[in-house]
């Protein structure tokens, strides 16, 4: 729920939503729920301008994933150290997780291929897909990306 209430645009419920996951996959002593909180915390943090905390989470979580050898998860945490965070003030169209999504689309990804790169399920790329579409008025992978690019979204 803490990553539907970032999309959302709700960043207390996500907080607080995201909090109860980690202390749970910590008292469960499960590691990769507690890497996959601490992405979607990160993701958080980008949307609310915490940069610099989003930056420290993102190194740990990189260092966690490296030791458990969570590849796809790893590569989807370097491709969120690699991209520029654009405050929300700025872009206030589309989520990170959004933005990630057309980035991928954008590339050509199927909804398979962008979903193993983000370590989320090709239906979460097209709930995603579905809520960029209605939030650019458009209805197609090809308009939704050329509007991303013109009004660079991406």
Known sequence: TGELA??????EEAARAL??????????RAPVERLLTMIATADLWAETGRTSERLALLEEARAIGARLGAGPAV???DDRLAS???????????SVRE?????????G??????AA?????????GQHLRSIYSKLGVSS?????RLAVEQRLI
């Open 6 to 11: 970032t999309a959302a645009g709700e960043p």
């Open 19 to 28: 909090a109860e996951a980690s202390a749970l996959a910590e008292a469960c």
């Open 75 to 77: 590569a989807g945490i």
């Open 84 to 94: 520029p965070v654009v405050p929300l003030a700025d872009a206030p169209v589309l």
């Open 99 to 107: 933005r990630e999504v057309m980035h991928l689309v954008a590339q």
């Open 109 to 114: 990804l199927t909804d398979g291929e962008a």
């Open 117 to 125: 790169r983000l370590s989320i399920s090709p239906r979460t790329v």
């Open 141 to 145: 992978r090809a308009a939704a990306t």
